[in-house]
């Protein structure tokens, strides 16, 4: 089940080649092949990035089959996935990664995540990214505009980070489809170990911080509430209410 019901592991005898399937693949095309070839930096972000959005839910079985294959004791040269680079040199340095990636991972990082439509709840997020630097200055904040951003960067954000927030301003008593979109990949990926709090803007009924933490719940998350909810465009008030927001929400982490 890495990640299909049929994905198997084959090992050649002789030459040590593990044709690994989806395990330690990434969505990456370069003509460059092999692993030593291409930009380093590139290429981890590629397979974390395949491993947050695509692996992350089969976490368990990573641990489990990498065990197993370990104690198998054989001479790995290469390592050939099904799609991206061919790992030669140092082939180990993706095993130890996925070990890593698979045991709850997480930075030093808070993302925060938006739908917004006159960026009422943009302003939030910065104000809530502003407190949260006042509070510890030294951990990474990341803020996207979900509708303006690929959703598969923001999940692997979400992924490397102990704790995120998720905002979205109240349409017509819900919330935006960017934020419901984004909820719902978190949701499927089954996120272990992360906190997570939610915020927005309203005008009349207030209903989407509500609903935010409600399927954060469902996807068993620890929410941290209440969430912020601010009336209209936040105006020095509003925003002053978002950095403690921030702050307050750091010292629960
Ligand atoms: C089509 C539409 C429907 C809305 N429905 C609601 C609603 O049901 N309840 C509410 O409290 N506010 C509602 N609002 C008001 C917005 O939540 C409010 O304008 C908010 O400040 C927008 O924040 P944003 O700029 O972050 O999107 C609605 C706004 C629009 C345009």
Not at 83 to 112: C, F, M
Not at 137 to 142: G, L, N
Not at 178 to 190: F, R
């Amino acid at each position: 089940m890495l990640h299909w019901p049929d994905s198997s592991f084959t090992y050649m005898t002789g030459d040590n080649i593990l044709f690994s399937n989806d395990a330690f693949g990434q969505h990456y095309a370069t003509r460059l092949m092999y692993n030593d070839l291409v930009d380093q930096a590139e290429l981890y972000q590629e397979a974390l990035k395949y491993y947050a959005n695509i692996l992350t839910p089969f976490s368990p079985l990573v641990t489990k089959k990498i065990q197993e294959v370990l104690s198998l004791n054989l001479p790995v040269d290469i390592i050939a996935p099904s799609h991206g680079v061919i790992w030669r040199d140092n082939p180990a340095q993706i095993i130890h990664k996925y070990l890593e990636w698979a045991d709850s991972y997480q930075e030093n990082q808070i993302t925060i995540v938006y739908d917004t439509m006159w960026n009422s709840t943009k302003r939030l997020a910065e104000a809530i990214a502003e407190g949260i630097k006042e509070a510890d200055s030294s951990v990474a904040v990341k803020l996207f505009n979900v509708g303006l951003s690929d959703k598969n960067d923001v999940i692997t954000e979400i992924f490397k980070s102990k704790a995120f927030l998720v905002g979205s301003s109240t349409i017509n008593r819900g919330i935006l489809s960017g934020a419901a979109s984004i909820i719902e990949m978190i949701a499927g990926l089954g996120f272990k170990n992360k906190k997570a709090a939610a915020f927005g803007s309203y005008g009349w009924s207030g209903e989407a911080v509500g609903i935010i933490e409600s399927r954060l719940k469902e996807a068993k998350l620890e929410v941290i509430e209440p969430g912020l909810k601010v009336l209209w465009n936040p105006d020095d008030e509003g925003y002053a209410k978002g950095v403690e927001f921030g702050k307050a929400f750091c010292s629960r982490i």
